[in-house]
């Protein structure tokens, strides 16, 4: 089993930065694919970005080139950095772990979840 916790979300104006972390424990990460995702009131769950265990990445069209996704194995971590926040980023935002290293995008591909956290981008 992999417990996840996310911090780091908030309350913030549109154009300002937020870096999300991700810690695991029960397991190390190094092996697993990690992915975050988020949820906005109304809406369904949607994939932001995913690394793989080789640190390869992908991203959602509407985040990519504002938002970065990193890991620290040493530290059992995953991060997400979020520059550049518009209103419509507004959500919680999940953080999740996949069995088998590749990135993945999709909700039903990730075996593990964390509660999340809120992030509020006000305009």
């Known amino acids: 089993q992999v417990q996840l916790v996310e911090s780091g979300g908030g309350l913030v104006q549109a154009g300002d930065s937020l870096r999300l972390s991700c810690a695991a424990s029960g397991r190390t990460i190094w092996s697993y694919a990690m992915g975050w995702f988020r949820q906005a009131p109304g809406k369904e769950r949607e994939f932001v970005a995913g690394?793989?265990?080789?640190?390869?990445?992908t991203y959602y069209t509407d985040v990519k080139g504002r938002f970065t996704i990193s890991r620290d194995n040493a530290k059992n971590t995953v991060h997400l950095q979020m520059n550049s926040l518009k209103p419509e980023d507004t959500a919680v935002y999940y953080c999740?772990?996949?069995?088998?290293?590749?990135?993945?995008?999709?909700?039903?591909?990730?075996?593990?979840w964390g509660q999340g956290t809120q992030v509020t981008v006000s305009s």
């Open positions: 999740a772990a996949a069995k088998g290293g590749a990135p993945h995008r999709t909700y039903d591909e990730y075996d593990y």
């Open positions: 690394i793989g265990w080789s640190g390869g990445n």
